[in-house]
């Protein structure tokens, strides 16, 4: 579930409520999911209580994860009877070991809700559940009394584990504060490149010009000086030259648009002063910006390690799992490097938190240094990508 | 010398049809477009082509995947490709099909009349045209370990100038020493990089190419 957390406003509903047959066959759903409800109770006991021992730890995980699942059926029936769709509360997946897993699990809001949930549904929820099943077996009560029941067993799982606001709220948070940092990094980029032809590319042109200009006037009257100044023109028009280029490449590398990341990716390595191993394998592109992030990412990374890491040498990795984009860039240095607050790394990882991506190092002290890029993206299939 | 020249911008194009045709060389065709730059090499199978990398219809290294193809098709026709920028990844898969004819310029370096045509006879003649840049960069990567930087600084402009394709006599010329001294720099430089040396100009430059283009090696 990539944007679970996002509830789609604009999605429609499931459609009308559930008629009365389709109820009836969601009673005895339900009904045979309580003994399911109890099983799963039990395991989560158990769990908890054999947390003293290490096999606790990934049995609690297990168990949490199939209260999920759990939850996850019943908002989809509950969401059946009230005819609308119950998104699901739950914020993005983390990686990383099982005590990472265990601590972002029980931090999570959504955990306590689903435990607390299934108290209710198989207790409370039970008894409507049966009442409505018994009334349905009696006819006449049954056709009026039975949905009420179940619609009221509904809006109560609603109420439990329906999406939250809170999450919401949070999220725009997180949004808010990338969209700040993203817009604070244009606006300095747009900055520099006003600087950089400014006193570049602009002040060699007007240079240009003047000695052009000169060299008119002197050319009848002392061609050889004229000679000399169309000469000196010609060294600023290159040097001008030179400056775009460079200025170019840390806008849109040339290669990157011509040959995607891969390309990308191999010409820088081609230009470090030591070897680098690139394994690339990619299915299609990714979207041009999330591709030009991890293009200067990645650029970075290679730079750091050459600079500081005195590492003699460099890998890099990038592979698409269907979700996200995944880059990892190690050295064989000396380590102990650290992401610094207004660092190139720092800025890096700004820009990539606009596409809700993540960059995390490990760099232990006498090393390797290893720095993790991770993109949710989608990547299009075109014949360019290679 | 027939020629089949291949750039987008009217302006460039034109600008170098005039110079070409200036120094007596014969543009056959010029073309805007990567597609019609392939059916032109193959239909005219010109003396030299002059191809811009980037070209319609995709805007990307369209010109480069052309040459590419036509020398895949047409073993060492001699082909040199004009950027705006250097890839070193470029001047490797020029240089993968491991013949000569082959050049790799910035675009810049057409205002420096003289050496564009003299990169464009050298292409033609089978030899290669690597731009100072390519070098440079190449160059950049053997450091400290690499037996490249045992070389004294004379030897290191040689080895630049060989890398760019020149013959000794054009070496000569270009440093202001006698022919004799850049064969004792040759000598010096093949030996310490343990390359075996040739009579063929092209091979010997070649040979450079391809041992800068590798990993840097340990001395």
Redesign the interface.
């Known amino acids: 579930m990539p944007d679970a957390s996002v509830p789609d406003a604009a999605q429609p509903a499931a459609g009308q409520p559930a008629g009365r047959w389709a109820l009836f066959g969601i009673v005895w759903a339900l009904i045979g999911l309580r003994i399911v409800g109890f099983v799963l109770f039990a395991f989560l006991v158990a769990s908890t209580a054999l947390l003293v021992i290490w096999i606790g730890i990934p049995l609690l995980l297990g168990s949490l994860a199939a209260l999920r699942g759990f939850a996850k059926l019943h908002r989809r029936l509950a969401g059946k009877v009230l005819g609308t769709t119950l998104n699901e509360p739950y914020p993005r997946e983390v990686s990383g070991g099982v005590f990472a897993q265990l601590r972002f699990r029980l931090t999570d809001r959504a955990t306590w809700r689903d435990l607390a949930w299934l108290l209710e549904v198989q207790s409370i929820g039970f008894a409507l559940e049966l009442s409505a099943l018994v009334a349905f077996l009696i006819l006449p009560l049954g056709y009026w009394g039975s949905p009420l029941l179940l619609r009221t067993d509904a809006a109560t799982t609603r109420l439990l584990i329906g999406p939250q606001d809170e999450h919401l709220r949070e999220r725009i948070g997180q949004l808010e504060t990338s969209r700040a940092d993203t817009v604070d990094h244009s606006a300095a980029e747009l900055r520099r490149i006003e600087r950089d032809l400014h006193d570049g590319a602009q002040a060699q042109l007007v240079a240009l010009g003047m000695n052009l200009g000169l060299a008119q006037e002197l050319v009848t009257r002392d061609p050889e000086a004229a000679v000399a100044l169309i000469a000196e023109a010609r060294e600023s028009s290159t040097t001008a030259l030179q400056e775009l280029r460079s200025l170019v490449r840390g806008i849109h590398p040339p290669v990157l648009a011509d040959r995607g990341l891969s390309g990308g990716v191999e010409a820088l390595a081609l230009a470090q002063p030591r070897p680098v191993e690139v394994d690339i394998d990619l299915p299609g592109r990714p979207p041009a910006p999330v591709e030009s992030a991890v293009y200067f990412a990645v650029a970075e990374a290679l730079t750091n390690s050459a600079k500081h890491a005195a590492a003699q040498s460099s890998w890099v990795w990038v592979r698409h799992d269907g979700r996200s984009l995944t880059a990892l860039v190690g050295d064989n240095g000396v380590g102990g490097a650290q992401l610094t607050p207004g660092g190139g790394l720092a800025g890096i990882e700004n820009r990539l938190a606009a596409f809700d991506g993540r960059l995390s190092m490990a760099s232990p002290l006498g090393g390797p240094t290893i720095v993790t890029l991770e993109v949710p993206c989608a990547l299009a299939t075109t014949a360019a990508a290679r | 010398m027939r020629i089949v020249l291949a750039e987008d911008l009217a302006l460039l194009r034109d600008g170098m049809i005039r110079l070409l045709t200036a120094y007596q060389f014969e543009v056959v065709e010029a073309v805007d477009n990567g597609p019609s730059l392939l059916r032109a090499l193959t239909t005219h199978q010109p003396d030299v082509a002059v191809v811009d990398v980037?070209l319609p219809p995709?805007f990307?290294?369209e010109g480069l995947r052309a040459a590419l193809a036509a020398r895949a098709q047409m073993p060492g026709l001699p082909v040199l490709v004009l950027s705006?920028?250097v890839?070193?990844?470029?001047a490797?898969e020029l240089l993968a099909q491991g013949t000569g004819g082959v050049g790799y310029l910035?675009k810049?370096r057409i205002?420096d009349v003289n050496q564009f045509v003299d990169a464009i006879r050298r292409v033609a003649a089978g030899g290669t045209a690597m731009d100072p840049e390519v070098i440079s960069?190449l160059l950049?990567?053997h450091?400290d370990s690499s037996p490249v930087a045992s070389l004294t600084p004379r030897e290191r402009e040689v080895l630049s100038h060989m890398a760019e394709g020149r013959s000794n006599a054009a070496i000569a010329a270009r440093m202001f020493i006698t022919e004799k001294a850049v064969g004792k720099h040759t000598n010096s430089i093949f030996g310490k990089l343990a390359l075996e040396q040739s009579e063929d100009d092209n091979r010997r430059v070649l040979a450079v190419l391809a041992y800068l283009e590798s990993?840097?090696r340990e001395a």
């Open positions: 980037r995709t990307t290294d705006q920028y890839e070193q990844l470029y490797r910035l810049d205002s960069q950049s990567r450091q990993a840097p």
